[in-house]
């Protein structure tokens, strides 16, 4: 039941792809240890006064892309064989900035990432690239069993939801084999947006317009009344989302069945090499400048290495910390590696304008020196002689049982007689 660090095994991804060991975390005091590392190439019912809370909206629109390096902020790159949805949802309540993007309208000002096409293209791509990095996984936790009731907390395109819940057809989006499939689950995913495609075909499927850090008033769907209690809470790139994580987590203990799991997969932007070559870069000054503007509101973007502390302090055991490495740019010898560099790269490239523009601002950017620090970040990020990676966290921890809970309270009561 303590918590440990899984710095030595791995699954193999789905398609044969060899894995990079796993890193030890990347703290300030075992940084350079890193860096030597080797290259392995919320459905509410009853009284909610707020209506978004209680019901699913969906609507139907569309995008396509660019390479990374042209200076434009849609995603079909050509160098990475991945395929457009054809389908973006737009979001009615948004709201747009001097940036020209649009943002979520409901809890205006709660998350500073755009809601629009181009962003919904960037979360599937994204969500192809972290499956790569850490495995081939949809879910790392070791259930026995199919969750009954799963909760994706800000879920986005809903693209790993509807995955978990029910294998999506093979497309170019997903390049390796998915090896979950739990048809027998009911699976929620939660956003500030309603961004997610209607499936009629998926039924055990749903998304809701709701904030996860406010109480959550999920029911059962056969009674309608019964609190809903969840075998499994995932949550995945969610450092940017909550000023106190903790709340979060908290509301996930509480809604959660005695046994079940709750797991982050969150990348740390932080970035090391093999070869200290990335010690003044730009990649290092963007992710610092975007560190800096986050840390003004109060979001501590390097949170995912208090993951493992703060599920203890909550009540969580069995507390597991893997540490994946996600190389930047193609730089890796393995085949598979270098298009997961490819995919990162990508990611990191167009998505910049979008995903930093407030962050930049906050930091005390005017609007044209974050325009030079991304295009100054699009014209060296792909420099292979970097070497760069991005520690990938995943952290998974379980509810104990009642009974746990009672031995270790009589346990206490011993020690302290």
Request: charged content about 25%; aromatic content about 8%.
């Amino acid at each position: 039941m303590g918590s440990t660090t899984d710095t030595n095994t791995i699954d193999q991804p789905g398609d044969g792809a060899k894995e990079a060991p796993l890193l030890s975390p990347p703290n300030d005091t075992d940084k350079a240890a890193s860096e030597r590392a080797t290259d392995g190439d919320s459905a509410a019912t009853g009284d909610d006064p707020d209506p978004d809370r209680s019901k699913n909206r969906h609507s139907t629109s569309s995008a396509s892309g660019s390479l990374h390096s042209q200076p434009t902020s849609i995603l079909m790159p050509a160098e990475v064989p991945r395929e457009p949805t054809g389908s973006t949802i737009i979001e009615p309540d948004s709201v747009f900035d001097d940036s020209g993007r649009s943002f979520h309208g409901y809890k205006e000002g709660k998350y500073f990432l755009p809601n629009d096409a181009a962003e919904q293209d960037r979360l599937d791509l994204q969500h192809a690239m972290l499956m790569m990095a850490t495995g081939g996984k949809l879910a790392h936790a070791p259930m026995d069993h199919d969750p009954e009731y799963v909760m994706d907390v800000a879920t986005g395109t809903g693209i790993w939801a509807i995955q978990f819940g029910t294998l999506a057809p093979t497309t170019a989006l997903s390049q390796i084999r998915i090896a979950q499939e739990h048809p027998g689950s009911h699976v929620i995913g939660t956003d500030l947006s309603k961004i997610q495609p209607a499936l009629p075909m998926v039924q055990n499927c749903e998304f809701v317009k709701d904030d996860a850090e406010e109480e959550w008033l999920y029911r059962t769907p056969e009674t309608g009344t019964e609190k809903m209690l969840f075998d499994y809470v995932h949550l995945r790139m969610v450092f940017t989302c909550f000023p106190d994580n903790l709340v979060v987590m908290r509301h996930a203990f509480d809604n959660m069945r005695p046994g079940g799991w709750i797991e982050y997969c969150d990348l740390y932007i932080d970035p090391l090499s093999r070869t200290g070559r990335h010690e003044g870069s730009t990649v290092q000054k963007f992710w610092a400048t975007f560190r800096k503007g986050m840390s003004k509101i109060g979001r501590d973007m390097l949170c995912p290495r208090n993951y493992k502390t703060w599920l203890a302090e909550v009540g969580f055991v069995d507390i597991q910390e893997q540490i994946h490495r996600c190389p930047l740019a193609d730089w890796p010898s393995d085949p598979a590696r270098k298009r997961l560099g490819q995919y990162a790269l990508v990611n990191l490239t167009e998505g910049a304008r979008g995903f930093s523009w407030k962050a930049l601002g906050f930091a005390g950017l005017s609007a044209d020196e974050k325009e030079n620090l991304i295009a100054e970040l699009r014209r060296d990020a792909g420099d292979p002689s970097l070497e760069i990676f991005h520690p990938v966290y995943v952290v998974y921890a379980r509810k104990p049982h009642d009974w746990e809970v009672e031995q270790k309270t009589q346990a206490q009561a011993a020690r302290d007689c």
